[in-house]
Structure formats: C-alpha cells, structure tokens
C-alpha cells in the first residue's frame, strides 16, 4: 500500500490508501497498462514522451516550482518534489499515473512514489547553477533613488555634472 501524499496548498501530509493495482479511485490501474491517458506522465525517452499532454503539464508544474525548490534547504526540497507528484496524481477525473513501459510485455506499469518523486527531484535540479546565478544577480541589482532636491546628498549640478546617485 502507498500513503504518503502531500497536501499542496497546506503542505500537510494526507493518508491516502491505495492497493498495488489500482489509484485511489478504485477503478484506474496501475500495472500492466494497455492505454494511458492525458493525465499520465510517461516514463522514458523520446519523442512519444516528450510531446505527451501529460509529461508537458508535469514539466510546466516543474518550471513553476524551480526557484523555490533551490531557495529550500535540503529536507524542505522532498516537500515541493511530493507536492508535484500529487499534483499529477489527484487530477480529476482521474488522477495522473508515473508510467515506465515493460519492453517485454510492451505494458505501462507505475514506478510509484518514490520513483516518481526521485524523477521529480531531478527534473527540478536540472538547471540549478543558471538560476542561481540568475537569482543572485536580480538581488544584486539595486534601485537607484534620486535624493530630493535641496537636499545635502543631491548632487550640485553646477560643479559636479558626473556624480551619481546614492545606491539603497
């Protein structure tokens, strides 16, 4: 049975009981899986997944959740990575499965949570020293407020035409 799923706007754990076989809905299966569907994130490489609806709305939740992901320290990191993965899993009508493709049988079968948040995790790795760079330099820019006039940090126009202004 898995259980660990995240509430994503509380950040709250949430019980959910599933069997080996089936989503929580009772009804959509989770091994030895014919057809997927939209929801589904597919597993693997290639062109098939790449372009699959629900590979694409997996990787748009991961782009959206980047920057906070690498502002978190380590054991907040998991949350942000869980949240996703049950986002993708509690869609409605029914939820997203993770599918890896069995090459002998040529079925679909779920890699599970762990898996799934692992995958997750690494996808919002990918990219990390860029956006670290980009977010350290947005907090070095500054903004540049001219003093009032008259006041003693003003620049006097007459003799001092190049001094700039005071940074905060």
Known sequence: RHTAHLHTMTMELVQVETTDDVM????TPLKHVQEYSSAD???GRGGGTNHHTGNNHWRALVSAN?????SLPKKQKVLV????VHAIRSQQPAGGRFLQKDPSSKRWNDIGDQKATEKTSQALREGAPDIRNEMEAESQKKIVIPPPTGSPLAPDRRTSPGRSYPTV
């Open 24 to 27: 929580p809905d009772g009804c």
């Open 41 to 43: 994130v597919l597993c």
């Open 66 to 70: 980047k920057r906070l992901y690498i």
């Open 81 to 84: 990575a869980k949240s996703i």
